[in-house]
């Protein structure tokens, strides 16, 4: 279908669309599920972002892999820059997250073991430079909600070295993060 829509064939381009918004809206439900009741980025509008970034992008999607990297690379855009906008506006730093055995979460403000997300995102950027694979994780379980599977899946490598790189990541970046 994607090599029909790149060749310009628009029933193929129009069913093209409408799989990757379906794709996107079911990422934006399970992040946005996790957030916290007062979170005013709605899914409607966090997927409408990232699909319009999503489109901005030069490169055709080869296939699901690429599409779910892309992907989570946009909803981590935009899910920053919608927390940045919020805390210069408020100042109140109440985008919070953490780091559990399973997943990383958002939580209240009252957890002990909450995180800002802005400061997740800078701890990310850092282990990317180290360990490219493991952020890539980071980034395929926090913005895009995937499983330990379906990243094994996305990534092509076997769960359990997702399992093995996932709890790597997720030691760092308590490390990291206990100042925090």
Do not use: C
């Amino acid at each position: 279908m994607l090599a029909l829509a790149r060749q310009g064939d628009a029933a193929a381009q129009d069913e093209a669309a409408r799989q990757v918004y379906a794709e996107l809206r079911a990422i934006a439900d399970g992040y946005l599920r996790r957030e916290r009741v007062d979170h005013t980025l709605q899914p409607t509008a966090l997927v409408n972002e990232a699909y319009l970034r999503l489109l901005g992008q030069d490169a055709p999607w080869q296939n699901r892999t690429q599409f779910y990297g892309i992907a989570a690379q946009m909803m981590r855009r935009v899910l920053v820059d919608h927390a940045r906008r919020t805390t210069a506006a408020r100042r109140d730093r109440d985008l919070l997250v953490t780091l559990d055995n399973d997943t990383v979460a958002t939580a209240s403000a009252e957890t002990d073991s909450a995180l800002d997300v802005l400061v997740v995102h800078d701890a990310l950027a850092q282990l990317e430079v180290l360990d490219p694979r493991q952020a890539r994780i980071v980034e395929l379980k926090f913005f895009v909600g995937l499983s330990l599977d379906e990243i094994a899946e996305v990534l092509e490598i076997s769960a359990a070295t997702v399992s093995r790189e996932w709890a790597m990541a997720r030691a760092w970046l308590q490390a990291q993060l206990g100042d925090a």
